[in-house]
């Protein structure tokens, strides 16, 4: 009977260290949404420091601001916004080399596009030209070219939807999406899909990484006057969505979910199950035999 007791709790043991051990973290977070704002910074690495896409139809004005420039200007100009004009009507690249800060609003029927460099060996470089403050771009979808832009990033930290908003213009916000949390099977490297957190009107989601080495990937997509579609695959432990002022919600896992999520430890305890209940019977069998 000791004995017994003894394997049982020995079977045990070993199944929690197993379990503390292969218990997956769910330390990338995977986020589908469709937005009206998105805002990134891109993460140099070794391999690329890159980003390079094309636009269509875009009015190029550089991102310093020269309130002298908006007196008598045209309306719907670079010089109305008391910027430089660059490109009244512009299609082709636009290179982003280093750490570059990147936002993306819908206006009404138009896209803007933000690119500001954050450091000295950054820049932004539009049909050719390095633009050395950033670029402010403005885009409007023609039947003939409906497809703004499309891009994939690594990305440094990256915010869907607005908040605090105080304008005149309608606010830029996260319309609808999914966040799950992803993992990988400890044994095999499988992708392990964890519970999905559905992401409202208004909701905002923050990114952040939390070593200098951390990145995610980031995809956007923006066709005529559809809102700015987002795939986000980013490498953080936790999350919190935000709405209008909130403090926040943080998106946190229980062990029992992430237990659930991975066959693998489901086996195991099924497996430990099995031999604990097996001596527990075998326990029953033999005082049976011995009462008798």
Not at 123 to 134: E, F, L, M, Q
Not at 143 to 172: K, Y
């Amino acid at each position: 009977m000791i004995r017994a007791i003894v394997i049982g709790a020995l079977l045990t043991a070993i199944a929690i260290v197993l379990t503390i051990r292969l218990l997956p973290s769910f330390a990338t977070i995977d986020v589908t949404a469709k937005t009206d704002v998105v805002s990134f910074e891109t993460a140099p690495t070794i391999v690329s420091n890159e980003l390079h896409f094309g636009v269509t139809n875009a009015a190029v004005c550089s991102y310093a601001v020269d309130e002298a420039l908006s007196i008598g200007a045209p309306a719907h100009s670079c010089e109305a916004l008391g910027r430089q004009a660059v490109e009244a009507s512009y299609n082709g690249d636009v290179l982003l080399v280093g750490a570059v800060r990147v936002s993306l609003q819908r206006s009404q029927a138009q896209l803007e596009l933000v690119a500001v460099p954050l450091a000295a060996d950054a820049s932004v470089t539009i049909g050719g030209h390095s633009i050395p403050d950033g670029a402010f771009l403005t885009m409007t979808a023609t039947t003939a070219s409906p497809r703004l832009l499309s891009f994939g990033a690594l990305v440094r930290s990256v915010v869907l939807g607005q908040s605090g908003i105080d304008r005149s213009r309608p606010a830029s916000l996260l319309l609808e999406g999914t966040l799950q949390a992803l993992a990988t099977d400890g044994l095999n490297n499988t992708v392990l899909q964890g519970p999905k957190v559905s992401l409202g009107l208004g909701d905002q989601v923050r990114l952040t990484a939390g070593k200098p080495e951390d990145s995610g990937t980031l995809f956007a997509e923006v066709e005529g006057t559809d809102a700015i579609n987002v795939a986000l695959r980013y490498s953080a432990p936790a999350v919190t969505i935000q709405r209008f002022g909130g403090q926040g919600v943080p998106v946190e896992f229980s062990w029992w979910e992430r237990l659930k999520a991975d066959p693998t430890l489901i086996a195991v305890w099924v497996f430990f199950g099995f031999w604990i209940s097996l001596l527990g019977s075998l326990q029953k069998l033999f005082q049976g035999k011995g009462a008798g």
